[in-house]
Nanobody, 131 residues
Framework: EVQIAESGGGLVQAGGSLRLSCAASGFHSPDFDIAWFRQAPGKERQGISCINLGDGSTFYSGSVKGRFTVSTDDAKNKVYLQMNSLESEDTAVYYC????????????????????????WGQGTQVTVSS
């Protein structure tokens, strides 16, 4: 059973940085995609980044590209989302999700699949950016 838990959220001033962590375990294949989604109040859950645990391919949505960086530790048990130059629009609950092959299209220039395509989720962590 895949288990996921996020941590690292908090309150930060605009222009500041935060690093989120996603502890993931229970994978039976190394070729899983780990994605970061976020959901602001009253809005749909939006995919913002993805990384493949097998080959390290990454994807970023236009809203975070150049500001956020996704990475893994050497053991590939944790996925990190380094968030720099934070803006008030980044305020949301951030979720980590896992699924095999869910980000393949995104790595190749397509769009990231929606949350319904991911089978395993963490509980979310709140990020609040004050202006």
């Amino acid at each position: 059973e895949v288990q996921i838990a996020e941590s690292g959220g908090g309150l930060v001033q605009a222009g500041g940085s935060l690093r989120l962590s996603c502890a993931a375990s229970g994978f039976h294949s190394p070729d899983f995609d780990i994605a970061w989604f976020r959901q602001a109040p009253g809005k749909e859950r939006q995919g913002i980044s993805c990384i493949n645990l097998g080959d390290g391919s990454t994807f970023y949505s236009g809203s975070v590209k150049g500001r956020f960086t996704v990475s893994t530790d050497d053991a590939k048990n944790k996925v990190y989302l380094q968030m720099n130059s934070l803006e008030s629009e980044d305020t949301a609950v951030y979720y980590c999700a896992a699924e095999r092959g869910a980000c393949t299209s995104a790595y190749n220039g397509g769009s990231m699949l929606g949350p319904a395509n991911f089978g395993s989720w963490g509980q979310g962590t709140q990020v609040t950016v004050s202006s």
